[in-house]
């Protein structure tokens, strides 16, 4: 099974090598976990590095190219620390992947970040103020139907900044073409906010509205975006890996209509290369 990611960069599509992407939250990157743990034969560190593509924000229509970094240790027994996973532990009983995590969805600054910066922020956001990070527990579930379907479910439940809300990511992924060395992979994802979540991120409250220039907007509940990706993974050797993907998030709803958004469709790209040992 693949990973599913969080975060308002769309939690990077189902691909748990990008943590940044254009949705808020981490979006189910915990979901290969179960796979990871069954299939090793023992505790495995990955570490690498490469590029993620995503809107500057959540509905941004300007993109930016920043810095990644993977570094992942996952035990046989289940237990993991990961960059892009967060600490904790999956394991599987049959088809069906269970996990859980303590993660951190990044925050959003009114002003430009930095290409090495891991949360997102633009110039076009001034006076909406600073959107602070929050740890977050991430329970997680998966379910392989057949060889080429796999359903995926993973919640974002905030410990701290509270008020920033929880999120709820649903999926499913196929493998479109698998053989020693390549492995191809489509998957669809939709993601739903709580109303302080969709609030936070594409709400404008009355005191935004007079510092930003933006109209009023009160967010409420529900489905918020739908993305899609092919995600690709080229063994080099045995160590070595290339890890690619490419896809688009459209935002709907309550944040299609937000003020802020200058864009409903964005692309999201990334390139990683890996070393297993």
Request: charged share 15%.
């Amino acid at each position: 099974m693949r990973n599913i990611e969080l975060r308002h960069t769309f939690p990077h599509s189902l691909s748990g090598y990008r943590l940044k992407s254009i949705v808020p939250g981490v979006v189910l990157a915990l979901l290969a976990t179960p796979v990871m743990a069954a299939e090793q034969k023992g505790n495995v560190l990955t570490l690498g590095g490469g590029v993620d593509v995503a809107p500057r924000y959540s509905g941004s229509d300007k993109s930016r190219v920043s810095a990644a970094q993977v570094v992942d240790y996952s035990m046989a027994n289940g237990f993991f620390i990961s960059t892009t996973r967060g600490i904790g532990y999956g394991n599987n009983i049959g088809n069906l992947d269970y996990s859980a995590a303590l993660s951190y969805r990044t925050g959003r600054k009114d002003k430009d970040v930095s290409s090495d910066s891991i949360g997102s922020g633009s110039d076009e956001l001034r006076g909406m103020g600073e959107i602070k990070g929050s740890a977050i527990v991430v329970p997680g579930l998966g379910y392989k139907v057949t060889d080429w379907l796999n359903l995926q479910l993973q919640a974002e439940v905030p410990v701290s900044e509270r008020d920033n809300g929880e999120a709820v990511h649903f999926g499913i992924s196929s493998p479109l073409y698998t053989s020693p060395k390549n492995a191809v992979t489509l998957a669809l994802t939709g993601s739903w906010g709580s109303g302080k979540y969709m609030q936070t991120y594409y709400g404008v409250s009355d005191a935004q509205s007079s510092a930003s220039g933006f109209a009023r907007h009160n967010a409420g509940a529900g489905i918020y975006a739908y993305s899609m990706s092919l995600d690709w993974s080229h063994k080099l050797t045995s160590r070595w890996s290339v890890l690619a993907s490419a896809g688009a998030t459209q935002l709907t709803g309550d944040a299609g209509d937000s003020p802020i958004v200058k864009r409903k469709t964005s692309p999201t790209g990334s390139l990683k290369v890996t070393y297993s040992f």
